[in-house]
């Protein structure tokens, strides 16, 4: 199972609720997160710790994949055990894992009451239903679906395995200590949208769809997949993943900036200056200066005298 912050202060009580099971499991283990807890042990609760003595592992991942580091770290720990899935905000009937175990029969076991996919409260897996594609989805655009349960099934169903589903009669027994913050009550995923959303992304990476698969699977035939976008060659989207979770600085892309286009018109032909007329000359020696001013020349004293005019 795996928990979070905004939770990690009830989840005591679920895993009491396992711990008083008729029939207890081997191990109890708690994945959480380095990148949410990053002091570690420091951030957790009392009542939680506690735990520990009576036989609760908690394991440390890096990223914070969300729901989907509930299965896939223990899994790839414990390959030769048989795994329940369980959520953290349901406490459990005294008989449940009984209750499961009875009807586990080799092969994926759903309690999804005869839906598609698996379900989150109590699912049972095996290392051997995923092999090779454990790790396939371990990609941000997958993890922000939110939708593990989906996911699971797609990713077996690329292994060549198809589920059991089981009607769990102790499903009305359980009492849910967090609804507030249930993934279906936030509006934080939608499973319609996601089913149609796996569906094409699987098309895209692999060239199947769910028809595809689930003919195969019923047919018994085995099939062997190219993957269009390895993992290990997907630089991009790895680059993408360390960004989101600060293992990498992301160094800022500069922001285009806007050059404005200037229009450069060739200058118009400016038109010659004309020629300033010369003061008009009249006989009788007066040039006229402007409008009210008239200077006289007077011949016999060579002296200029100005004289301003009231008339035109």
Request: hydrophobic share 35%; glycine share 6%.
């Amino acid at each position: 199972m795996t928990s979070w912050r905004k939770r990690i202060g009830l989840v005591c009580n679920t895993i009491n609720s396992l711990f008083n099971q008729s029939f207890p499991p081997d191990r109890i283990v708690l994945n959480l997160s380095k990148d949410e807890f990053p002091s570690g042990y420091a951030e957790l609760p009392e009542n939680l710790i506690s735990l520990i003595n009576r036989g609760l592992e908690i394991e440390w991942v890096q990223a914070n994949s969300k729901s989907f580091k509930k299965l896939i770290p223990t899994l790839d720990r414990y390959r030769d055990a048989i795994v329940m899935t369980a959520d953290d905000d349901l406490i459990y009937p005294y008989n449940f894992v009984q209750n499961i175990a009875n009807n586990y029969n080799d092969r994926p076991l759903s309690l999804n009451l005869g839906r598609t996919w698996m379900s989150g409260y109590a699912s049972v897996y095996e290392y051997r239903f995923f092999g090779k594609y454990l790790h396939a989805f371990d990609r941000w655009e997958v993890w922000r679906t939110n939708e593990d349960d989906i996911a699971y099934g797609v990713l077996m169903m690329l292994n060549g395995f198809s589920c059991d589903f089981c009607h769990d009669p102790y499903w009305q027994y359980m009492h849910q200590v967090d609804e507030g913050n249930g993934l279906g009550r936030t509006g934080a995923y939608n499973s319609k949208r996601n089913d149609i959303w796996f569906n094409g992304y699987i098309s895209r990476r692999y060239g199947v769809d769910y028809n595809w698969l689930r003919n195969n699977i019923s047919q018994h035939n085995s099939f062997e997949l190219n993957d269009k976008e390895p993992y290990s060659d997907d630089t991009a989207i790895q680059t993408y993943i360390d960004i989101q979770f600060n293992l990498v600085e992301e160094k800022p892309v500069p922001v285009p900036v806007e050059v404005p286009v200037i229009i450069v018109e060739p200058p118009k032909p400016q038109p010659e200056p004309k020629p300033k007329p010369k003061p008009q000359e009249f006989k009788d020696g007066k040039k006229v200066i402007s409008k009210n001013t008239i200077i006289v020349i007077n011949n016999s004293s060579k002296k200029l005298r100005k004289i301003i005019t009231k008339g035109a």
